[in-house]
Every structure is written in structure tokens, then in C-alpha cells.
């Protein structure tokens, strides 16, 4: 028994009921609309979201470009990619901006999104109020509500407790003045870029089966107080040992040698066209 | 230089493949499908019901790739089950049509009908059968042969009548209030997600998929304290019952016009609880309750804890997590659980590096609070 996939592996009426789902939630900024997630052939938790999104939206004419936490040679972006080509026979890419449609878990790219493409981000736990209401059909009613002291109430014992807001990666952030927004765990580094990003950035979580958007030019605001203001991770007198770029994310890496903690790009694919850049230029100066 | 592991992450990928494999082969032999399919008809059932896929020549296959895994083979069949489309659903199946092979109460002995044991390990003694080590194809011909013999000396039975269920004598007697039919048609979760509250189908639907082990647990955890009660196996039935669809050029309406695709093995179970109703002037009487079951292949365990789950969850008492429908039905389906489980092995560097951040933020600006102060927030407290 041999049996071949179709295109992009579902059938076709599977990607038609996830673009509906899409477009809804492009027609509501942040709300997260619910779809019947498939099961995947990369397991529940590993981007099964994200991966509908791509394979729903993918044509023969897209240049895909797979991320995970930062790296496109990540043993999970691998195996997400060749599922893809594996099934369209589509053309991929590492560069950025050659990409039409990125699939990335947990980062958002250090190099500036551009109009005509489409961010697919894997998420966990899309819900921003789990954290305080384990139900389904009680945070649902909240959103509805825009009742979202809650959440301000979590920030605030966050700091009353530590000094400072301890959301790690995932901060929420209010999108369009009307939702609150888990922006799956990108790092606080990242928030800023979604606000008003010139590309579609679509957020899709399998294991919990909802889809949900930010359109191009959508107003997202981290949540914070007026006198303890959003802070994002800091880097600060920090530069990549490879390409010397300062105010990105960085890995914080250590070096056995010398048993001391360097830093390193997170975003790999920027710094590789960093470094390329900067041989190239070397070489024409030497010229 | 820790991070270089997970970069050449193709090349990794390609080398565990093939260790995999090895790991199969390894010793020189393989499974053929078909021996599977003969002699694993337990782990196939449990399959095709956790995956909600009869097939069990796929599950075959299914367990042969996953080196006998139940989740790993699970896993492998629903993730094929997301590649066809949905062209029919069939019409309502009955069970009273069942050809019972297998059919027990433990609420009356004499059960019109009678007890049917069938197949079943139940009596058997779990003692490890040494003989089975050297067993081969010739042995269980010739076993099959004696065993025609011994049939063929009872006379031919004919078709077995419909057998009456036991729940139709309780209701006869009035010990039960007759449940009235509930024809809204089913909601379909692969196809629209479960909302909250959920309804009866719903509810039913992910009961049946889920993992085995979680359905059985949670319903233990119903008897044994979190919601008691002893519920009684009013009737619990194995067997085959046919599957037709409507024809879909017609109006649908008329069960003759619609065709027989086939028939699927499954188990039944209705479970009896006995519950406290009201009585006119304030009193209070008791009557009997239903919890219902059913699930793929021969499941007996699986279908009695879910009957067991069905009627824990028409309770709705939020003390108890087991009457809690988002307990319960978010979290027993294999392929999700396993999934999260496995995902914490995913590299989780950004956001730990977030984490780490803010953890050394609040070693810097937390300011222990002095000796006096904290006196004093005490005296305020009290």
C-alpha cells in the first residue's frame, strides 16, 4: 500500500476551514478564534499550530523560511522545513528578507519585516489569562468583557513581590486597544516589533486549537504601569563575539576554555549576512 | 561550546533516523503486518479507539513503525487521519442491532438473553503460558481444526435474536425513568473545537478518544473518592454492528435508502448509578442513572471508565476535578498530552535567557525589608 500526500499534505477542504479561521482572525486583531486543529505528523507542542498556518497558506510561488528560538539550523526548524518541501516541492530560504512566509518559534527576526510577508509564530498557551483562570469558558467571557483587571492584577504582584514585572518571554500586550494578547513567548525584546509591523503576523496554537492575528499597522502595546514602565531584556555593553552587532538578542553562551560567559547573536541568519557583509567589504577595501 | 550541538541540525537529523531504524532491525527479524493484525488484536483496538480510526490493517502498520508504542502508533494514525477528507458521516448506529459476541450484567443473573461470556481473559489465570515461547503456525492449525470439530457437533443456531437490554427491564420495572431519545445532530470535535460548556456529544466524543490509561485513571479517581459512587455494570456488550450511510444523491431521510459500508467491532457499556430525586412535598426517592460507554474494538476497561466519566460529568460539582468537564476533557487525549510532554525537550534558550533576566533583575531591586518594618506590617495585620 503506497500512499501519496496531496499538496501541502492536507486535503483541500482541511486548508480551506483553516484560511476561514485566518481571515476571521485578521478581521478581529487578537482575538483568538478557535478551529479544529489537525493532528500533525511533528508532534502536539512543536509547532503544530504555526505549521497548519504555513501548509494552509503556502503556494508554488512562496520562499519559506523556518526558525526555532532564533536559529535556522535548530534540529526542530529542520525537520518543519523538509516536512514543508517534502510536501509542496516549494523553495526555502535562511535569508529573511528572500522569505515570503516565516514560520518562527518564539522570535521575531532582528532584520525588519517588510509589507507582502506573513510571520507565522507557534504558540503554546494562547491564552494571556490562564495564568489566574484555568477555565475555558471563564476567561472567555473576560476577553468579551475586555475584563482584563486580572491582568494588570498579575503584574502588579509580580512587582510587589520581586521589584519588578517577571513575565519572562510572553509580557501581554493590548492590541488595538481591545485585546489582551499572549504574543507567544517572544522574548520582551521582541513586543516592539509588533507593534505596527508592515508584515501580517498570524499566531496559531495546535494543541489549543485557536488561531489569532495581528494585521499589518495594528497598535500592540506591551501592558505596563506609568512608574514601572515595560522594560525589555537588557543587553546593554554587550556586543556578538561574531559579528559584533550590539542591540539584538543574544545567546548567552559559555566557553569551557576560559570558563567565562560570551555572547553571541540570537538571531543566526542575521548575523551570517552580518559577517558576509562585513568579509565582503573587507575584501573590497583590500582591493 | 555547548551550542554547536544543536546546529548541522539536518545532518542529526538524517543520523537518528537511521539509528532508529537500526534500532528496529537490529536483530535480524521483522514483524509482518499481517502476524500483527493476527496476534495483536488487543493493542489494535486500543489503537483504533485512541486514534478514532478503524482500520486494523493500519494500525498494524501503525504499531509495526512505532516499535509497538501505543502513543508513537496513535500518533502515526491521526496524523494520517488529518490527510482525508470527511465525505459522509453515517447514520446513527444501533446497538440493540449488535451481533453480540460478548454480552454480561452484573446487575441480574438471569438477564433475558442470558449472560454470553465470549472472549474474554477475566477467568484466566495470569500465568505465563511457557508453551507459547515455541508455538508455531502447525500448532494453532491443528488447534483451530479440533476446535471446528468440537462446533460442529452443537446444532447450527441460526441467526441469534435481537437480545433485549437490560436497561429496558429496569425501565420496564420503573426503577428508571426512561431517558427520552436526544436527536440533535452531534457535534463533530475534529471539526469544530470543543466549546465549554460542552455538549452530550461532545463530551462523548472526546471520552472515546482519549488515551486509555488517563480514561481508566480519572474514572478510578471517580469511585474511589473524588465523586463517589459505585456505579454497577448494568450491561456491558462486544460485538459487531453495521455502519450505513445515506445515500448522497437522496433526502436522506429514509433509512432504506441508504447503503451498508461495512460493520466495526465495539464495546458497549452502561453503567448504573443510583441517584437521590425529588419527591413531591420535599421527599426524596431513589432512582437509577445511566453513564454510557462505547468505544472501537474490544476496549472493556476503557468503555466501563468512560460510562463511569459520562455521568461524573452530568454531575457538574465543581469540588471534584473528575465532574469538571475542562479537567477532564482537555487533558486525556494521547496525542496532545504526549505531545506537551515531549515538546519540553525542545531547546527553550530565548526564552530561558528571558527568564534569566528577570531573575537577575529581582536579585538587584528586591530590597529586603528592615527588622522594624516587618514588625509593624505585622502588627497591621492582625
Not at chain 2, 458521516?89 to 454480561?104: G, P
Not at chain 2, 425529588?278 to 426524596?284: D, F, H, R, S, T
Request: with cysteine; charged share 25%; aromatic share 8%.
Amino acid at each position: 500500500m503506497q500512499i501519496n500526500y496531496n499538496f501541502a499534505f492536507f486535503d483541500e477542504s482541511s486548508k480551506r476551514e483553516i484560511r476561514r479561521a485566518t481571515l476571521k482572525a485578521i478581521a478581529v486583531p487578537g482575538y483568538q478564534v478557535p478551529f479544529a486543529s489537525r493532528e500533525m505528523p511533528i508532534a502536539r507542542g512543536w509547532g503544530t499550530g504555526g505549521l497548519q498556518l504555513t501548509l494552509s497558506l503556502v503556494g508554488l510561488d512562496d520562499i519559506v523560511k523556518v526558525i526555532d528560538q532564533g536559529s535556522d539550523e535548530s534540529v526542530n526548524a529542520v525537520s518543519i522545513k523538509k516536512l514543508v518541501q517534502n510536501t509542496t516541492d516549494i523553495r526555502t530560504t535562511d535569508e529573511t528578507a528572500k522569505a515570503t512566509l516565516i514560520q518562527s518559534r518564539h522570535r521575531v527576526p532582528e532584520i525588519p519585516l517588510r509589507a507582502g510577508q506573513i510571520l507565522v509564530l507557534q504558540v503554546p498557551m494562547p491564552e494571556p489569562l490562564r495564568m489566574y483562570e484555568p477555565r475555558e469558558a471563564e476567561t472567555k467571557k473576560l476577553h468579551a468583557e475586555k475584563e482584563y483587571s486580572g491582568a494588570w492584577l498579575m503584574l502588579f504582584e509580580q512587582i510587589m513581590n520581586y521589584g519588578s514585572m517577571t513575565t519572562g518571554a510572553d509580557h501581554p500586550v493590548m492590541v488595538h486597544d481591545r485585546y489582551v494578547m499572549a504574543p507567544s513567548p517572544i522574548p520582551k525584546f521582541d513586543n516592539a516589533k509588533l507593534n505596527s509591523s508592515e508584515a501580517l503576523i498570524l499566531l496559531g496554537a495546535g494543541r489549543e486549537k485557536k488561531i489569532y492575528a495581528v494585521p499589518p499597522y495594528t497598535k500592540v502595546v506591551s501592558l505596563d504601569f506609568e512608574d514601572y514602565p515595560f522594560e525589555t531584556e537588557s543587553f546593554e555593553d554587550r556586543s556578538c563575539r561574531l559579528c559584533g552587532s550590539t542591540g539584538v538578542f543574544m545567546d548567552e553562551l559559555y566557553d569551557d576554555a576560559s570558563g567565562t560567559a560570551y555572547f553571541q547573536c540570537n538571531d543566526t541568519s542575521y548575523c551570517l549576512e552580518r559577517m558576509n557583509e562585513q568579509s565582503w567589504r573587507e575584501g573590497a577595501e583590500s582591493r | 561550546m555547548g551550542y554547536v550541538a544543536v546546529k548541522g541540525g539536518t545532518l542529526a537529523i538524517e543520523e537518528s533516523l537511521k539509528r532508529i531504524k537500526f534500532e528496529r532491525t537490529k536483530q535480524g527479524k521483522v514483524l509482518d503486518v499481517t502476524r500483527i493484525e493476527g496476534g495483536m488484536r488487543g493493542l489494535i483496538d486500543q489503537i483504533m479507539s485512541e486514534s478514532s480510526l478503524y482500520d486494523e490493517t493500519l494500525a498494524a502498520l501503525a504499531i509495526k513503525q512505532a516499535e509497538g508504542s501505543p502513543e508513537e502508533a496513535v500518533f502515526l494514525l491521526r496524523a494520517y487521519r488529518s490527510t482525508l477528507p470527511r465525505k459522509h458521516y453515517s447514520r446513527a448506529v444501533h446497538t440493540r442491532e449488535m451481533r453480540v459476541e460478548r454480552r454480561i450484567s452484573a446487575s441480574f443473573k438471569d438477564i433475558p438473553g442470558g449472560q454470553i461470556l465470549g472472549a474474554s481473559v477475566d477467568y484466566s489465570h495470569r500465568l505465563l503460558d511457557f508453551d507459547l515461547m515455541h508455538e508455531t503456525d502447525e500448532d494453532a492449525a491443528r488447534w483451530l481444526e479440533a476446535f471446528a470439530g468440537e462446533l460442529g457437533s452443537f446444532p447450527e443456531a441460526g441467526r441469534p435474536p435481537e437480545l433485549m437490554k437490560v436497561m429496558d427491564y429496569l425501565i420496564e420495572q420503573g426503577l428508571m425513568i426512561s431517558p427520552a431519545d436526544d436527536n440533535t445532530e452531534p457535534d463533530d470535535v475534529t471539526r469544530r473545537s470543543i466549546t465549554f460548556p460542552a455538549s452530550r456529544s461532545q463530551k462523548l466524543q472526546v471520552l472515546t478518544r482519549g488515551q486509555t490509561g488517563t480514561v481508566t485513571s480519572l474514572a478510578y479517581a471517580v469511585i474511589r473518592g473524588y465523586g463517589v459512587s459505585h456505579p454497577t455494570v448494568g450491561e456491558l456488550r462486544v460485538g459487531r454492528v453495521p455502519v450505513c450511510i445515506d445515500d448522497p444523491l437522496g433526502s436522506g431521510e429514509d433509512a432504506e435508502d441508504s447503503y451498508y459500508i461495512g460493520e466495526i467491532k465495539v464495546t458497549e457499556a452502561e453503567m448504573l448509578m443510583s441517584a437521590a430525586v425529588a419527591k413531591e412535598q420535599g421527599g426524596k426517592e431513589l432512582s437509577f442513572e445511566i453513564g454510557y460507554g462505547l468505544c472501537y474494538g474490544q476496549n472493556e476497561t476503557k468503555a466501563i471508565a468512560m460510562g463511569i466519566l459520562d455521568h461524573s460529568l452530568e454531575q457538574g460539582d465543581s469540588r471534584f476535578p473528575t465532574q469538571d468537564q475542562e479537567f477532564v476533557l482537555y487533558h486525556i487525549d494521547s496525542v496532545e498530552s504526549t505531545g506537551f510532554m515531549s515538546h519540553l525537550k525542545l531547546p527553550h534558550y530565548v526564552t530561558f535567557q528571558s527568564k534569566m533576566n528577570d531573575v537577575r533583575k529581582t536579585k538587584t531591586t528586591v530590597t529586603t525589608p528592615k527588622a522594624d518594618e516587618t514588625e509593624e506590617v505585622k502588627e497591621l495585620c492582625k
